[in-house]
């Protein structure tokens, strides 16, 4: 099992900046990648970013160029570097964590952070 915990979240203005953090915990060796994903309201859960075990990242067209995905992996913590936030970046951030294994992939979720940007 793995367990993951977001932090980070919080209310900016437009132009300003924020770090998000997802730490995991549990059997962490297996995990293939982590991910971000957002939720705004009226709106479906949409991928943000994700990075693989191997280093390979990809970005949602709408934030290429703002957001940046990284991971630790001594600490089991993905981070997701938000600059230049938007009011269309308001949702609740969701870590994600995947283990792709020859019977299937398990996949985790956290319990969502929430990121508000006002005008």
């Known amino acids: 099992h793995v367990q993951l915990v977001e932090s980070g979240g919080g209310l900016v203005q437009v132009g300003d900046f924020l770090r998000l953090s997802c730490a995991a915990f549990?059997?962490?060796?297996?995990?293939?990648?982590m991910g971000w994903y957002r939720q705004a309201p009226g709106k479906q859960r949409e991928e943000v970013a994700t990075i693989t075990s191997a280093g390979n990242k990809n970005y949602a067209d709408s934030v290429k160029g703002r957001f940046t995905i990284s991971r630790d992996n001594a600490e089991n913590t993905v981070y997701l570097q938000m600059n230049s936030l938007k009011p269309n970046d308001t949702a609740v951030y969701y870590c994600?964590?995947?283990?792709?294994?020859?019977?299937?992939?398990?996949?985790?979720w956290g319990q969502g952070t929430q990121v508000t940007v006002s005008s």
């Open positions: 549990g059997r962490t060796w297996t995990i293939t990648s």
């Open positions: 994600n964590a995947e283990r792709k294994r020859f019977t299937g992939t398990d996949v985790y």
